[in-house]
C-alpha cells in the first residue's frame, strides 16, 4: 500500500497548522467546516466544476482510506462536500482524527499536483492561505517555485 508523501504530509501539515491556529476565523466551527478541502473548494469548483471537485474529493477519499481505515465511514456528497467528519470528531481521539485529516489532505493535495502542477497548485493555495510562508507550501524542499 502506498502512503501520502512525506512532502505533501509536512505541506498539508503546515496548513492545518494555520487553520488551528484561527488565522482564517473558523476556530470554533465544525470540523468539517474548516477541512482544507472545505476551504479550497471555491478554487477547486472553478477550476474544475462542481464534479470535477467531487471527482478529486472521492478519490482522494479512496485512497486517504487505504491508510486510515476510520476514513471509510466518510462519503462525499454529490455537491463534494464531506459527510461524517464531525461524527468520528466525537468518536476519535484527536491525534486519530488529526491523523486522519492531515492524510485526506496530503491525498488531495498530491492529486491537485499530479492534474494541475505544482505552481497552479500553489497558486491555488496561496489564494486561501495567502500569509503562509513559503517555505511552508513548498511540498518539494530544496525546489523553488518563484
Do not use: C
Amino acid at each position: 500500500m502506498s502512503r501520502a508523501s512525506p512532502q505533501m504530509r509536512r505541506f498539508a501539515a503546515a496548513l492545518m497548522a494555520y487553520e488551528e491556529a484561527g488565522a482564517t476565523g473558523l476556530r470554533n466551527h465544525p470540523p468539517s467546516e474548516s477541512y482544507l478541502a472545505e476551504k479550497l473548494r471555491p478554487q477547486l469548483s472553478t477550476l474544475a466544476g462542481n464534479g470535477g471537485f467531487h471527482a478529486l474529493h472521492s478519490r482522494a477519499l479512496a485512497l486517504a482510506s487505504m491508510e486510515v481505515p476510520w476514513l471509510r465511514g466518510l462519503q462525499i456528497q454529490p455537491d463534494g462536500s464531506l459527510e461524517g467528519m464531525d461524527e468520528f470528531h466525537s468518536r476519535l481521539t484527536a491525534d486519530d482524527f488529526r491523523e486522519g485529516q492531515l492524510v485526506l489532505s496530503a491525498r488531495l493535495l498530491e492529486l491537485l499536483v499530479a492534474f494541475i502542477g505544482e505552481k497552479i497548485t500553489l497558486n491555488l493555495v496561496r489564494e486561501v492561505w495567502s500569509p503562509v510562508r513559503s517555505d511552508d507550501l513548498n511540498p518539494n524542499p530544496g525546489a523553488t517555485h518563484e
